[in-house]
């Protein structure tokens, strides 16, 4: 099991689009395991998105990104990374696949609604930005046996 942090950008919120975004996630089958809305200092954002530093994006991005209240959350499932990011869809809301979360709702290159960690490790670090220890939850999914075929042992 892997986890992601997603975030759902300012103009997710500002477009009543958070239900419906997180709804997603959820008929999908990932269990989630931490969310909150709250706002993204600058000093935040700027260790977020470090790897962009440097980039003609990278100050627009941080005006963006901490322009207002967003929503956080911890997803836990197989692959998580890897499945969330196709559900996002590619960067730029123009180019997204239709189907995607950005393909469906996004048609700028940078007010696209989404992000998702793009590694494990980025995952981790992302989730230690946004979220103290307490305010993650361990917890039994009573479904778990019908997302996955969890009867040979391994989680399939
Ligand atoms: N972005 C932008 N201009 C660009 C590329 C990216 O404004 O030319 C913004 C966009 O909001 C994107 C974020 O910067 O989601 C981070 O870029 P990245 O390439 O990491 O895309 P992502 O991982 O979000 O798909
Ligand atoms: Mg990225």
Do not use: C
Request: glycine share 8%.
């Amino acid at each position: 099991m892997e986890r992601t942090l997603i975030i759902l950008k300012p103009d997710a919120v500002q477009r009543h689009l958070v239900g419906k975004i997180i709804s997603r996630f959820e008929e999908k089958g990932f269990q989630v395991t931490g969310l909150k809305m709250t706002r993204i200092t600058e000093a935040m954002a700027r260790k977020h998105y470090a790897v962009h530093e440097g980039k003609d994006f990278f100050k627009p991005l941080i005006r963006y990104i901490s322009s207002g209240p967003l929503i956080v959350m911890v997803l836990k499932g197989k692959d998580a990374i890897e499945v969330a990011r196709k559900m996002m869809g590619s960067t730029f809301g123009s180019k997204a696949e239709s189907g995607t979360i950005r393909g469906d709702y996004a048609v700028s290159t940078r007010f696209n609604l989404v992000h998702g960690s793009d590694s494990p490790e980025t995952a981790e670090k992302e989730i230690s930005i946004f979220f103290k220890k307490e305010e993650l939850f361990d917890y039994n999914l009573n479904d778990l046996q019908w997302i996955y075929d969890m009867s040979m042992g391994d989680i399939v």
